[in-house]
């Protein structure tokens, strides 16, 4: 088994969440969204993205924390940073089962 | 998804005697009405159409550097001693992907640059067709925003939204990446694009602007921790209001160093793993951290936890993702950090004995330049030539520096005045970027005198640029500190693995006056202390570009250090 000597404060804290993210439909807005999440420490439990009347898409993400400063209202800002990102915000599981 | 939005083109104009224009005319053009006048470049095959253009625009300056990295950090190094938008072109595939650690620098620095690349025909993209690589995916991590160009119609705006986003807010890199075919393509047409839609506020709440001075007058013990946001927000001057007005000490991060005069009495110096004792030891029992266009650099905090452990935060950025990122807040104010200095007005804090103790500490911590150059002698002791160099050249010098020992010595030993003195690679640590970096900024404001700082191990790295000093003429002042090592690696193996040299002596470096020389640029070499002021002076009258070349004590270390993973307390010393 291998053993990682890491910094105890970004142990995983097993954090799991649903975020809601509106995208315009513009080349590289998914996968981008989709790596920012990845790479600012969650992996993906679940993935879904649907088109909306208006032309944007609707992904609705369900993450779990890798290790790191997790913190799901910071990474929904670091996912309204991005470009052509509408908005980005937790859901409860019932107003995601309802969405969904 | 489609390649632009129905929101972008809102419409299509079309005039049917307007004649038609390439995609590589309306890009040139595009940056002129941008303001753009300088760009740092390197052609090849894919971005032939935009150089056959080029020589038509005689509003844009062409800057061949000798390596796309060097075109990059040359762009770098020009936007951070203007405060405008740096640009630089690079050909598809390899072209581009030695852009990318200058890309990755602008990014982890958030300096406004747009990256140019050409790119293989569209309809050979994603047929593993010669010099293509995909950019546009590699770079996504490390931009702030990018495109690929579909159609030429799209450029005028796309290239207008390109140095909008690259500025705005929080600046940072932007990638254009141009395919040949589109390049050339000629169109009457040009689609109009929306001003982009988000708002981001212009200041904190008033409410909290209320509660930030309500802590700063019960705080016993505040502190200003201030960062490179500071200049990038053009906040200096309301910052040394407000740093005045309250009478709190100040410690800085490196990019934060300038905004506050080096010698300001409220000034304790740079904190972290380098920085300063009287700096760390503030910072540790400071009961309010006032955080201004900080973001809790790992580099600046040691081990998080132990970072500050009995102070309240207010912290003000731009960008509110940096908020409670790594530190959670009492109170935060987003929006504009000049208008939320200004706006802070709690008054003077009293706090007469945490001065005392902040000044006292200075005072007592004081370096004894003439005492470790007696014992380093006949040798240079490297932190006094940097600290009477920075003294000696005129008070508007920008230094730019390399990465390691060096650039630490320059942070806690040269003088800085404004943001613009210091240019260096905080967050990426780039070693390669201090010759670029300083013939781009000598470019940028050839009116001041650039230096740059560089060492053994990083000036290999980019030391092609010298050729583009040679053929532009341009008078930067190079000091190289050459230890014959790597210098922060081979101190890192001393002390943290047991001695173990490996791979970090470099006593087959050539001769790098000589080396210079065959560039055709002046250079000497200066190997003892009493050959030093002389060379100095040499350093800063010759007119045209200049290389000193220093041999310094490779067993010479940065102090004080903490360890990696430990708290700011813990500073080792020699």
Same mark, same amino acid.
């Not at chain 1, 649907?50 to 290790?67: A, K, M, W, Y």
């Not at chain 2, 929080?170 to 254009?176: D, E, F, N, Q, Y």
């Not at chain 2, 940097?386 to 003294?391: A, F, K, N, P, V």
């Not at chain 2, 250079?523 to 060379?535: I, K, L, M, R, S």
């Given at each position: 088994?291998?053993?990682? @000597?890491?910094?105890?404060?970004?142990?995983?804290?097993?954090?799991?969440?649903?975020?809601?993210?509106?995208?315009?439909?513009?080349?590289?807005?998914?996968?981008?969204?989709?790596?920012?999440?990845?790479?600012?420490?969650?992996?993906?439990? %679940?993935?879904?993205?649907? @088109?909306?009347?208006?032309? %944007?898409?609707?992904?609705?993400?369900?993450?779990? %924390?890798?290790?790191?400063?997790?913190?799901?209202?910071?990474?929904?800002?670091?996912?309204?940073?991005?470009?052509?990102?509408?908005?980005?915000?937790?859901?409860?599981?019932?107003?995601?089962?309802?969405?969904? | 998804?489609?390649?632009?939005?129905?929101?972008?083109?809102?419409?299509?104009?079309?005039?049917?005697?307007?004649?038609?224009?390439?995609?590589?005319?309306?890009?040139?053009?595009?940056?002129?009405?941008?303001?753009?006048?300088?760009?740092?470049?390197?052609?090849?095959?894919?971005?032939?159409?935009?150089?056959?253009?080029?020589?038509?625009?005689?509003?844009?300056?062409?800057?061949? /550097?000798?390596?796309?990295?060097?075109?990059?950090?040359?762009?770098?190094?020009?936007?951070?001693?203007?405060?405008?938008?740096?640009?630089?072109?690079?050909?598809? +595939?390899?072209?581009?992907?030695?852009?990318?650690?200058?890309?990755?620098?602008?990014?982890?620095?958030?300096?406004?640059?747009?990256?140019?690349?050409?790119?293989?025909?569209?309809?050979?993209?994603?047929?593993?067709?010669?010099?293509?690589? *995909?950019?546009? +995916?590699?770079?996504?991590?490390?931009?702030?925003?990018?495109?690929?160009?579909?159609?030429?119609?799209?450029?005028?705006?796309?290239?207008?939204?390109?140095?909008?986003?690259?500025?705005?807010?929080?600046?940072?890199? &932007?990638?254009?990446?141009?395919?040949?075919? &589109?390049?050339?393509?000629?169109?009457?047409?040009?689609?109009?694009?929306?001003?982009?839609?988000?708002?981001?506020?212009? #200041?904190?709440?008033?409410?909290?602007?209320?509660?930030?001075?309500?802590?700063?007058?019960?705080?016993?013990?505040?502190?200003? !921790?201030?960062?490179?946001?500071?200049?990038?927000?053009?906040?200096?001057?309301?910052?040394?209001?407000?740093?005045?007005?309250?009478?709190?000490?100040?410690?800085?991060? =490196?990019?934060?160093?300038?905004?506050?005069?080096?010698?300001?009495?409220?000034?304790? +110096?740079? =904190?972290? #793993?380098?920085?300063?004792?009287?700096?760390?030891?503030?910072?540790?029992? /400071? *009961?309010?951290?006032?955080?201004?266009?900080?973001?809790? *650099?790992?580099?600046?905090?040691?081990?998080?936890?132990?970072?500050?452990?009995?102070?309240?935060?207010?912290?003000?950025?731009?960008?509110?993702?940096?908020?409670?990122?790594?530190?959670?807040?009492?109170?935060?104010?987003?929006?504009?950090?000049?208008?939320?200095?200004?706006?802070?007005?709690?008054?003077?804090? $009293? /706090?007469?004995?945490?001065?005392?103790?902040? !000044?006292?500490?200075?005072?007592?911590?004081?370096?004894?330049?003439?005492?470790?150059?007696?014992?380093?002698?006949?040798?240079?002791?490297?932190?006094?030539?940097?600290?009477?160099?920075?003294?000696?050249?005129? *008070?508007?010098?920008?230094?730019?520096?390399?990465?390691?020992?060096?650039?630490?010595?320059?942070?806690?030993?040269?003088?800085?005045?404004?943001?613009?003195?210091?240019?260096?690679?905080?967050?990426?640590?780039?070693?390669?970027?201090?010759?670029?970096?300083?013939?781009?900024?000598?470019?940028?404001?050839? $009116?001041?005198? &650039?230096?740059?700082?560089?060492?053994?191990?990083?000036?290999?790295?980019?030391?092609?640029?010298?050729?583009?000093?040679?053929?532009?003429?341009?008078?930067?002042?190079?000091?190289?500190?050459?230890?014959?090592?790597?210098?922060?690696?081979?101190?890192?193996?001393?002390?943290?693995?047991?001695?173990? !040299?490996?791979?970090?002596?470099?006593?087959?470096?050539?001769?790098?006056?000589?080396?210079?020389?065959?560039?055709?640029?002046?250079?000497?070499?200066?190997?003892?202390?009493?050959?030093?002021?002389?060379?100095?002076?040499?350093?800063?009258?010759?007119?045209?570009?200049?290389?000193?070349?220093?041999?310094?004590?490779?067993?010479?270390?940065?102090?004080?250090?903490?360890?990696?993973?430990?708290?700011?307390?813990?500073?080792? $010393?020699?």
């Amino acid at each position: 088994m291998t053993q990682l @000597q890491r910094d105890k404060t970004f142990e995983p804290s097993g954090v799991q969440g649903k975020l809601k993210i509106v995208l315009h439909d513009v080349s590289g807005t998914l996968i981008r969204a989709l790596g920012t999440i990845e790479r600012r420490g969650y992996d993906y439990r %679940d993935v879904h993205c649907t @088109q909306r009347v208006d032309g %944007d898409f609707d992904l609705l993400v369900h993450i779990e %924390d890798t290790g790191g400063p997790s913190n799901l209202d910071t990474l929904c800002k670091q996912l309204e940073r991005l470009y052509n990102v509408v908005s980005a915000e937790k859901v409860g599981r019932r107003r995601h089962a309802e969405r969904a | 998804m489609t390649t632009a939005t129905q929101f972008e083109k809102q419409a299509t104009e079309k005039i049917a005697d307007r004649p038609a224009k390439s995609g590589s005319q309306l890009l040139l053009e595009s940056l002129v009405e941008q303001g753009v006048e300088t760009i740092f470049g390197y052609p090849g095959g894919a971005i032939m159409p935009v150089y056959d253009v080029l020589p038509t625009i005689p509003q844009l300056r062409h800057i061949l /550097c000798r390596h796309e990295q060097g075109c990059g950090m040359a762009a770098i190094g020009y936007a951070r001693a203007t405060g405008r938008t740096g640009t630089a072109f690079a050909t598809s +595939g390899p072209g581009a992907t030695n852009l990318i650690t200058a890309i990755a620098d602008a990014y982890l620095d958030s300096v406004p640059v747009v990256f140019v690349t050409g790119q293989v025909p569209s309809n050979l993209m994603g047929t593993d067709a010669f010099q293509e690589v *995909d950019i546009f +995916g590699m770079t996504l991590p490390v931009v702030k925003h990018s495109y690929i160009v579909r159609d030429p119609a799209d450029i005028p705006g796309m290239v207008a939204e390109a140095y909008f986003i690259a500025a705005e807010g929080r600046p940072g890199p &932007v990638l254009i990446d141009l395919p040949k075919d &589109v390049a050339n393509a000629m169109t009457t047409e040009r689609h109009k694009w929306r001003p982009y839609p988000k708002v981001k506020p212009e #200041m904190g709440q008033s409410d909290y602007i209320s509660k930030a001075e309500a802590l700063i007058r019960e705080a016993q013990k505040p502190l200003f !921790y201030i960062g490179g946001g500071i200049a990038q927000g053009d906040g200096v001057k309301e910052l040394r209001d407000l740093v005045e007005r309250t009478d709190i000490p100040v410690v800085s991060t =490196l990019k934060g160093l300038g905004a506050m005069p080096s010698d300001h009495p409220q000034f304790l +110096g740079m =904190l972290g #793993m380098h920085g300063l004792k009287a700096a760390n030891y503030a910072v540790q029992e /400071c *009961d309010l951290l006032i955080v201004a266009g900080a973001r809790f *650099d790992d580099r600046a905090t040691g081990k998080l936890d132990t970072f500050a452990p009995h102070a309240k935060v207010i912290h003000m950025d731009i960008d509110i993702a940096e908020i409670n990122k790594l530190r959670k807040v009492d109170v935060y104010l987003d929006g504009s950090l000049k208008k939320n200095l200004e706006a802070l007005n709690p008054g003077r804090s $009293e /706090c007469d004995d945490w001065r005392e103790l902040c !000044y006292s500490r200075r005072a007592m911590h004081e370096w004894d330049y003439e005492g470790a150059q007696a014992k380093a002698s006949p040798g240079v002791y490297a932190p006094k030539l940097l600290h009477d160099l920075s003294r000696r050249a005129d *008070d508007s010098a920008i230094i730019t520096c390399d990465v390691g020992q060096h650039q630490m010595w320059v942070a806690q030993h040269c003088y800085f005045d404004e943001p613009k003195d210091h240019i260096t690679s905080g967050g990426l640590g780039t070693m390669g970027f201090g010759l670029p970096a300083g013939l781009g900024a000598k470019l940028g404001a050839p $009116e001041r005198t &650039v230096i740059t700082v560089s060492g053994d191990g990083s000036i290999m790295m980019n030391i092609q640029e010298l050729a583009t000093l040679f053929r532009y003429d341009i008078p930067l002042k190079i000091v190289l500190l050459d230890n014959s090592a790597l210098g922060m690696v081979r101190q890192w193996q001393e002390v943290f693995f047991d001695k173990n !040299y490996s791979e970090t002596n470099m006593d087959d470096n050539p001769d790098f006056a000589l080396v210079a020389k065959a560039f055709q640029i002046d250079a000497f070499t200066v190997t003892t202390a009493d050959e030093v002021d002389v060379g100095i002076d040499r350093l800063l009258e010759t007119d045209g570009p200049i290389l000193m070349h220093v041999k310094i004590d490779p067993n010479e270390n940065v102090w004080p250090l903490v360890p990696p993973g430990r708290s700011n307390a813990d500073m080792m $010393e020699r």
